[in-house]
């Protein structure tokens, strides 16, 4: 079973959090609390962990952008990974990420929020 996890894009603050607690207040909105220790009323920006790994080990959430480096006749493509369906996929092709083959080298390089972290070569 793959842990649950999930994180919060701040705008104002311009930064990704990871989320400690959350509840559905009477509202209908979430109230987050981060680990590191501070809450927010509101948030309406939370992204869950897939339960998977790039291939370098690093945890891919939804709204992370995916770079295909190999395989499925795709070279350097980039993907927004999206919730769709009852599933995590890619935006094009809509693959469901559960049934990626792993000797591809998927790699995250940023979020949707922060753009592309790393140059893509």
């Known amino acids: 079973m793959r842990p649950i996890e999930f994180r919060a894009w ?3 603050a311009k930064r990704m959090e ?3 607690k959350m509840e559905l207040n009477e509202d209908g909105k979430w109230w987050v609390e981060f680990e590191n220790g501070t809450g927010l009323d509101y948030c309406d920006t939370i992204m ?3 339960g998977l790994k790039d291939k370098n080990g690093v945890k ?10 190999e395989g499925y006749d795709i070279t350097d493509e980039k993907q927004e990974i999206v919730f769709e369906g009852g ?3 890619t935006e ?3 693959l469901t ?3 990626w083959p792993y000797e591809y080298s998927h790699r995250i390089i940023g979020n949707k929020y922060e753009g592309i ?5």
């Open 97 to 99: 990420i559960g049934s």
């Open 10 to 12: 701040l705008p104002g």
């Open 92 to 94: 094009f092709p809509r």
């Open 18 to 20: 990871k989320i400690h």
């Open 87 to 89: 599933a995590f996929r």
């Open 117 to 121: 972290k790393e140059a893509v070569k």
């Open 48 to 50: 869950q962990y897939t």
């Open 60 to 69: 891919i959430f939804e709204g992370d952008i995916l770079l295909y480096s």
